[in-house]
């Protein structure tokens, strides 16, 4: 009789983990204070009585130490903005990590700049600084560091490079919300940070996006792109920059108001039930919470990393041992499968994709994307087992449960060859 689940045997666990999007009376309640108030778009800032949205932005900004919250429709779109309102634009280099969601490179190509990707650090998974000096050319403009999973990037060494390089520093904090570096929060570390509220994102509104800053010029430049082009209090009808709406809804900005509420406990929690977690994994040989370097003094949680080693484990491939936990009733997945210059954009194209920026006259240069190697990159791809979020809001004896399902699954390994 097989033993793993996988094979016939019993699951470790038949309950489902803490359930995400998380709500309450809280998230109904404001919604419906916007449905009756009639003011369900937040384009009127300044307005008496301020919009939902407004106040998000502030209490958001406030609480990762900046001066402005720019709330727009998604995380995608915040770094667009952002780069924009930074004056990156064609024929510019902006650096990028090999390992992100396609959304950060996305933004870079359209604000027609040529995104130039480079490796990361095994033991943070962040972008590693080394890389991006050697990346820096006469035409680099910016930097966007990743904060993976909820790491924060060596941004000492970020800051001081693209200070000596006169570089703009926009920081995708996607994964990060509420993360303290050194003792600083994200707000006040880099030129501007952007945060998503996607579903799955450690705070939500189903989709969402928002840029910090303290640089006042910077945030009235992101209100414009934000919205229409237009100046803040000036005339509906008057567009000074390119106009296109990325504006919030006042529904979202009432969810994200109550989601707001409970997230510094939630967040807590995460960054506590990580440690226990990692205890439970000290005897498990093979199987390790990323690292880090010791800088993350909070960590955003958005995902929490493992670090297979298939020799550990009789030689079970990561895909196989993620799909017996999946089996065993453990939520986890392999997250990001390939460095981004894998993907069939690049591949499928000679020379990536047909026209600006790749071949813009203003950039004057042709880089291929497609054949470009990051080792290290592939490696955590390979090895990387993730753990979503929510996980780590479920009781201690929940988490015991992944414990108890990769000890079943080392035991056990046999079965899987
Ligand atoms: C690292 C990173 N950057 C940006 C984004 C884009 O956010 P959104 O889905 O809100 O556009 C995501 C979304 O998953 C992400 O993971």
Same mark, same amino acid.
């Given at each position: 009789?097989?033993?793993?689940?996988?094979?016939?045997?019993?699951?470790?666990?038949?309950?489902? %983990?803490?359930?995400?999007?998380?709500?309450?009376?809280?998230?109904?309640?404001?919604?419906?204070?916007?449905?009756?108030?009639? /003011?369900?778009?937040?384009?009127?800032?300044?307005?008496?009585?301020?919009?939902?949205?407004?106040?998000?932005?502030?209490?958001?900004?406030?609480?990762?130490?900046?001066?402005?919250?720019?709330?727009?429709?998604?995380?995608?779109?915040?770094?667009?903005?952002?780069?924009?309102?930074?004056?990156?634009?064609?024929?510019?280099?902006?650096?990028?990590?090999?390992?992100?969601?396609?959304?950060?490179?996305?933004?870079?190509?359209?604000?027609?700049?040529?995104?130039?990707?480079?490796?990361?650090?095994?033991? /943070?998974?962040?972008?590693?600084?080394?890389?991006?000096?050697?990346?820096?050319?006469?035409?680099?403009?910016?930097?966007?560091?990743?904060?993976?999973?909820?790491?924060?990037?060596?941004?000492?060494?970020?800051?001081?490079?693209?200070?000596?390089?006169?570089?703009?520093?926009?920081?995708?904090?996607?994964?990060?919300?509420?993360?303290?570096?050194?003792?600083?929060?994200?707000?006040?570390?880099?030129?501007?940070?952007?945060?998503?509220?996607?579903?799955?994102?450690?705070? /939500?509104?189903?989709?969402?996006?928002?840029?910090?800053?303290?640089?006042?010029?910077?945030?009235?430049?992101?209100?414009?792109?934000?919205?229409?082009?237009?100046?803040?209090?000036?005339?509906?009808?008057?567009?000074?920059?390119?106009?296109?709406?990325?504006?919030?809804?006042?529904?979202?900005?009432?969810?994200?108001?109550?989601?707001?509420?409970?997230?510094?406990?939630?967040?807590?929690?995460?960054?506590?039930?990580?440690?226990?977690?990692?205890?439970?994994?000290?005897?498990?040989?093979?199987?390790?919470?990323?690292?880090?370097?010791?800088?993350?003094?909070?960590?955003?949680?958005?995902?929490?990393?493992?670090?297979?080693?298939?020799?550990?484990?009789?030689?079970?491939?990561?895909?196989? %041992?993620?799909?017996?936990?999946?089996?065993?009733?453990?939520?986890?997945?392999?997250?990001?499968?390939?460095?981004?210059?894998?993907?069939?954009?690049?591949?499928?194209?000679?020379?990536?994709?047909?026209?600006?920026?790749?071949?813009?006259?203003?950039?004057?240069?042709?880089?291929?994307? $497609?054949?470009?190697?990051?080792?290290?990159?592939?490696?955590?791809?390979?090895?990387?087992?993730?753990?979503?979020?929510?996980?780590?809001?479920?009781?201690?004896?929940?988490?015991?449960?992944?414990?108890?399902?990769?000890?079943?699954?080392? $035991?056990?390994?046999?079965?899987?060859?």
């Amino acid at each position: 009789m097989a033993e793993l689940a996988i094979k016939g045997g019993n699951k470790v666990r038949t309950k489902d %983990f803490f359930a995400w999007p998380d709500y309450d009376q809280r998230e109904l309640k404001y919604v419906e204070e916007v449905i009756k108030s009639r /003011t369900w778009f937040a384009g009127m800032r300044g307005a008496d009585p301020g919009t939902k949205t407004e106040e998000f932005e502030k209490k958001f900004a406030q609480y990762h130490d900046a001066g402005y919250g720019i709330a727009c429709a998604n995380g995608s779109v915040a770094i667009e903005i952002a780069l924009r309102a930074a004056g990156v634009g064609a024929g510019d280099e902006v650096i990028v990590p090999a390992l992100t969601f396609i959304a950060t490179l996305g933004a870079v190509l359209q604000v027609n700049a040529i995104p130039i990707l480079v490796d990361t650090i095994y033991d /943070t998974q962040c972008i590693d600084p080394d890389e991006i000096e050697k990346a820096i050319t006469s035409k680099t403009k910016a930097i966007i560091p990743v904060h993976y999973g909820g790491f924060v990037c060596d941004m000492d060494r970020i800051i001081e490079i693209a200070q000596r390089h006169d570089l703009i520093v926009v920081a995708d904090a996607a994964h990060a919300h509420g993360a303290v570096y050194k003792g600083k929060k994200l707000g006040s570390i880099s030129d501007a940070a952007t945060f998503s509220f996607q579903e799955s994102k450690t705070m /939500t509104a189903g989709e969402g996006g928002i840029i910090i800053t303290n640089d006042n010029e910077l945030a009235e430049k992101c209100i414009q792109y934000r919205s229409c082009g237009r100046h803040e209090g000036e005339s509906w009808y008057i567009h000074y920059v390119l106009p296109i709406n990325y504006r919030l809804a006042e529904i979202q900005s009432a969810v994200l108001l109550a989601q707001f509420e409970r997230f510094d406990e939630q967040l807590k929690r995460k960054n506590e039930n990580a440690h226990y977690l990692a205890e439970r994994f000290k005897d498990t040989d093979g199987i390790n919470p990323v690292p880090g370097d010791g800088n993350t003094d909070v960590n955003g949680y958005y995902l929490y990393l493992l670090q297979y080693d298939k020799a550990k484990f009789a030689g079970v491939s990561r895909d196989k %041992f993620v799909e017996a936990l999946n089996a065993e009733g453990i939520a986890c997945h392999i997250g990001y499968p390939w460095p981004l210059s894998k993907n069939p954009m690049f591949q499928q194209v000679e020379e990536g994709p047909r026209g600006c920026p790749f071949t813009c006259p203003y950039y004057g240069r042709q880089i291929s994307i $497609k054949d470009q190697k990051f080792p290290v990159t592939e490696k955590i791809c390979s090895e990387t087992v993730v753990i979503p979020h929510q996980v780590l809001l479920s009781p201690r004896s929940d988490l015991d449960d992944i414990a108890a399902a990769i000890t079943k699954i080392k $035991k056990n390994a046999s079965e899987l060859l």
